[in-house]
């Protein structure tokens, strides 16, 4: 449990336009990326045998690209529901980390409010929200500039992904959606990863994913996220205790 934060008379205004329109401004750059990745997967979602409402139901629904893809040949092979939510949950254990991380500057509002904040927000709105704000410190329109970064975020995705579900069926798979896809992720991961914690972690989740590419069910790829995201926090941690003893 996170305190509950100063008294509402001090703390600053979580609302400013400027901030809002700042935030918009330092957005844009990654919305292609984002709609491109959303159009890869809303094609794949159809090629994979769903249905127009039930491509466009996920789409909506879970809003989450790399669960969506993990889930979808299970999905096609028929696995248990249990093996496809059990996937899904481990490929998105990032989030706990998002949210532990979003959770003290928003902890003053309202459940519901913070509940719909979590559920829109993604690892680039993280990662471009913790660099504006670092610290937990109380500072003013944080609030707006957290609304200004999910939500042309969402738009964008749900956007690409609904033009994807709808040109699923037109599109020839010899078109390389695998590229496409990977050249998406790259439009994406190139603004995010701006930091020395964020480099090493992209640099050892490459690595390990080129190194365990044989092992079975794709496992190589898990062990690359949390292998990466471990060595972020690590690095994260001494730079953190370094400026402390400065």
Same mark, same amino acid.
């Given at each position: #449990?996170?305190?509950?934060?100063?008294?509402?008379?001090?703390?600053?205004?979580?609302?400013?336009?400027?901030?809002?329109?700042?935030?918009?401004?330092?957005?844009?750059? &990654?919305?292609? *990326?984002?709609?491109?990745?959303?159009?890869?997967?809303?094609?794949?979602? =159809?090629?994979?045998?769903? &249905?127009?409402?039930?491509?466009?139901?996920?789409?909506?629904?879970?809003?989450?690209? +790399?669960?969506?893809?993990?889930?979808?040949?299970?999905?096609?092979?028929?696995?248990?529901? $249990?093996?496809? /939510?059990?996937?899904? !949950?481990?490929?998105?254990?990032? /989030?706990?980390?998002?949210?532990?991380?979003?959770?003290?500057?928003?902890?003053?509002?309202? $459940?519901?409010?913070? !509940?719909?904040?979590? %559920?829109?927000?993604?690892?680039?709105?993280?990662?471009?929200?913790?660099?504006?704000?670092?610290?937990?410190?109380? @500072?003013?329109?944080?609030?707006? !500039?957290?609304?200004?970064?999910? #939500?042309?975020?969402?738009?964008?995705?749900?956007?690409?992904? =609904?033009?994807? =579900?709808?040109?699923?069926? #037109?599109?020839?798979?010899?078109?390389?959606?695998?590229?496409?896809? &990977?050249?998406?992720?790259?439009?994406?991961?190139?603004?995010?990863? #701006?930091?020395?914690? +964020?480099?090493?972690?992209?640099?050892?989740? *490459? @690595?390990?994913?080129?190194?365990? %590419?044989?092992?079975?069910?794709?496992?190589?790829?898990?062990?690359?996220?949390?292998?990466?995201?471990?060595? @972020?926090? @690590?690095?994260?941690?001494?730079? &953190?205790?370094?400026?402390?003893?400065?």
């Amino acid at each position: #449990m996170h305190p509950p934060g100063p008294p509402a008379a001090h703390r600053p205004p979580d609302e400013d336009p400027a901030i809002f329109r700042d935030a918009l401004r330092i957005g844009a750059p &990654t919305l292609f *990326g984002i709609g491109a990745w959303g159009l890869v997967v809303g094609v794949a979602m =159809i090629n994979s045998g769903l &249905t127009l409402p039930q491509a466009l139901g996920m789409t909506l629904l879970v809003f989450a690209g +790399s669960a969506q893809l993990a889930s979808l040949p299970l999905i096609a092979a028929g696995a248990p529901v $249990w093996v496809v /939510f059990a996937t899904a !949950f481990v490929v998105n254990l990032r /989030f706990v980390i998002f949210s532990a991380l979003l959770a003290p500057h928003f902890v003053h509002l309202p $459940w519901k409010q913070r !509940f719909l904040l979590g %559920y829109v927000s993604g690892d680039i709105t993280v990662n471009l929200f913790q660099q504006r704000y670092p610290s937990e410190e109380p @500072a003013p329109g944080k609030l707006s !500039f957290l609304k200004g970064l999910i #939500m042309p975020n969402w738009a964008a995705w749900q956007a690409g992904s =609904i033009i994807g =579900i709808f040109l699923g069926s #037109m599109v020839p798979v010899q078109w390389g959606l695998g590229l496409a896809g &990977t050249l998406a992720i790259i439009c994406i991961l190139v603004p995010a990863a #701006m930091t020395r914690a +964020s480099l090493v972690g992209v640099a050892v989740a *490459g @690595a390990v994913a080129v190194a365990a %590419y044989r092992m079975p069910y794709k496992l190589g790829l898990l062990a690359a996220v949390l292998v990466g995201m471990l060595c @972020a926090m @690590a690095v994260e941690e001494w730079s &953190t205790r370094g400026h402390r003893h400065d």
